[in-house]
Nanobody, 127 residues
Framework: QVQLVESGGGVVQTGGSLRLSCAAS????????MAWVRQPPGKGPEWVAT????????HYAEIVKGRFTISRDNAKNTLYLQMSGLQSEDTALYYC????????????????????WGQGTQVTVSS
């Protein structure tokens, strides 16, 4: 059974930083591309970033490029998202998602995986 458990969210001031983590279990973590998807209040899901299974490649939505860094530790079955320069528009529920390259949804920042998601961790940026 696939389990993805996010942590690290919280309230941060504009310009601040946070590091999100996602602990994965129930599948071979190192075999899958992984992604972060967020859902702002009252809006649909937005793709944030994706990392290849072997961490050889990373891909970012334009709105977070240069501010967010996705990474993974396959030995620890953990996905990370380092966020800096946070802005009010980054306020959202952040989900870790396994990218099965099958079912996808379309959002304002591009395609996002609709496979297995965690329960999410809330990030609130206050001014």
């Amino acid at each position: 059974q696939v389990q993805l458990v996010e942590s690290g969210g919280g309230v941060v001031q504009t310009g601040g930083s946070l590091r999100l983590s996602c602990a994965a279990s129930g599948f071979t973590f190192s075999s899958y591309d992984m992604a972060w998807v967020r859902q702002p209040p009252g809006k649909g899901p937005e793709w944030v970033a994706t990392i290849d299974a072997d961490a050889g490649g990373t891909h970012y939505a334009e709105i977070v490029k240069g501010r967010f860094t996705i990474s993974r530790d396959n030995a620890k079955n953990t996905l990370y998202l380092q966020m800096s320069g946070l802005q009010s528009e980054d306020t959202a529920l952040y989900y870790c998602a396994r990218d099965d390259h099958s079912e996808r949804g379309w959002g304002p920042t591009g395609w996002y995986p609709k496979g297995s998601w965690g329960q999410g961790t809330q990030v609130t940026v206050s001014s």
